[in-house]
């Protein structure tokens, strides 16, 4: 529903610059980005699918809430064919919202513009079609939101390639729908009337000529309306946009193509805006919060990129301010010592390799060793605890490595790895390499990051 929970938690007159639009604002634009570089305090306030008139109510509540010094609106809802709303739109779009009378215009907008009956706009209004449905469903997840700071970004690693569009001439230009018009201009003038500074954004995609003469329209626009645009499917090659690796789908880019598009729009913003770095400023601790975490995903996919013993644990030795959890279990030593200079660049001995046992390492230091093949120990964390077992019963070592209620020990022969971040709370990795197997790296489905 746009992530308003979070946005309404934060301190007021906190977010300098708020992002609106469709999933191609929330899928583009990284604020771990915005806020290593130059301490920006954004917040992208969007709904997949979402029609410029949502976009319209979003900024409207977002003023009330926030005094921001830069609206950046993702203009992709101008291209559509009209509003098009639908139950599922109106549902995902007005959710999230509290109830003030923003929400009950709201709430009309969608019943008329759907020709529904006063009895629509009071379910919506209620959150009944919702809210009152699922009750047989709810899960803790419904009740804790586990990323809380994360603040309005929705990235990914996955890559789908296409061939590089055809570009458009700017000059060739097509009428917006008149319904979708009317709301870019609702826009405009919504932000005029609270004399906040409005930019323009499109972001890439795999866009038909017909879209690109759209986008070429909404640039009109803006020029007679003195309102700066950044049309990125103008701009592949200044960007350095690769059609190959930098999307997730037609429509979205992935962590790369945000990384490029971000740095770009960073620079941009800095140089012609005045927005203050926050970094150190108290209040702001869910940025500090949402980087780390975007760097723990950064991790998590160096990890699972590796996918052999040594480069595994050396990739294991690079990684900062983390808790690694490491156990060598059973017959660890099968295949001779071909990765014990790995464990080395971790700190452990030949001495301590030969024992066996399980390591804890934090930051990088060790905190915990017990050597050997039969141990009984709870690690206590920030938040957290982990409990080690170990005993041999007959010939075998039975090792296990309990954390959230899942045995991370998913070998019995070879090496076991846990990865976890106590600051954001979040597991990043959990591995294991099976020496009768091989020396490749395997992986339980509960430890995706």
């Known amino acids: ?4 929970p979070q946005f309404y938690g934060m301190p007021k007159e906190s977010i300098d610059v708020v992002f609106l639009g469709s999933s191609h604002a929330h899928c583009t634009i990284d604020h771990s980005i915005l806020w290593d570089k130059y301490g920006m305090a954004g917040y992208t306030l969007s709904a997949g699918f979402q029609h410029l ?24 809802g101008a291209v559509l064919p009209g509003l098009e709303n639908t139950d599922e739109s109106v549902y995902r779009n007005s959710l999230g919202m509290k109830w003030s009378l923003n929400l009950w215009e709201f709430a009309n907008h969608f019943s008329g513009d759907l020709d529904k009956d006063t009895t629509y706009r009071n379910r919506v209004f209620a959150k009944f079609p919702i809210i009152h449905s699922r009750y047989k469903e709810l899960v803790k997840g419904d009740f804790e939101d586990d990323i809380y700071f994360k603040i309005g970004y929705s990235g990914g690693f996955g890559k789908t390639e296409f061939e590089h569009p055809k570009e458009i001439d700017e000059k060739n230009i097509q009428p917006l729908d008149k319904k979708c018009e009317e709301y870019l201009y609702k826009i405009i003038r919504l932000a005029q009337e609270h004399e906040t500074e409005l930019l323009f954004v499109a972001s890439p995609y795999f866009l038909s000529d017909e879209e690109q003469m759209l986008l070429n329209r909404v640039s009109e626009i803006a020029g007679e309306e003195n309102i700066p645009m950044i049309n990125y499917n103008h701009m592949y090659e200044e960007v ?10 037609r429509a979205h880019v992935n962590n790369y193509g945000a990384e490029k598009i971000t740095l770009h729009l960073a620079d941009y913003i800095k140089s012609n805006y005045e927005i203050p770095d926050r970094r150190g400023q108290a209040g702001y601790e869910a940025w500090d919060l949402n980087k780390r975490y975007m760097d723990g995903q950064w991790e998590a996919k160096a990890l699972s990129d590796a996918q052999e013993v040594n480069t595994y644990l050396y990739t294991l030795s690079t990684l900062k301010e983390k808790t690694v959890v490491l156990s060598l279990t059973g017959n660890h030593t099968a295949l001779g010592d071909i990765y014990y200079n790995s464990l080395a660049g971790l ?4 001495e301590d390799y030969t024992k066996g046992g399980v390591w804890v390492f934090e930051s990088g230091t060790p905190t915990l060793y017990m050597p050997g093949k039969e141990y009984n120990r709870c690690y206590k964390m920030k938040n957290n605890e982990i409990h080690f077992e170990s005993k041999v019963i007959g010939e075998e070592q039975q090792a296990e490595i ?5 045995n991370y020990s998913l070998v019995q022969n070879g090496i076991n790895v846990v990865v976890y971040d106590q600051i954001t709370g ?19 489905g509960n430890a995706v990051y």
């Open 347 to 350: 700190g452990i001995s030949y």
């Open 402 to 406: 309990i954390f959230e209620g899942n």
């Open 1 to 4: 529903g746009g992530r308003w």
């Open 53 to 76: 008139d949502s976009t319209y109510y979003f900024m409207k509540e977002a003023l009330e809430v926030q005094k921001p010094k830069l609206l950046v609106v993702e203009v992709w």
């Open 426 to 444: 979040h597991l990043i990795d959990a591995a294991g390499i099976d020496i009768y197997v091989g020396t490749g790296v395997v992986r339980d």
């Open 240 to 249: 350095g946009i690769d059609f190959k690796n930098d999307f997730r789908d």
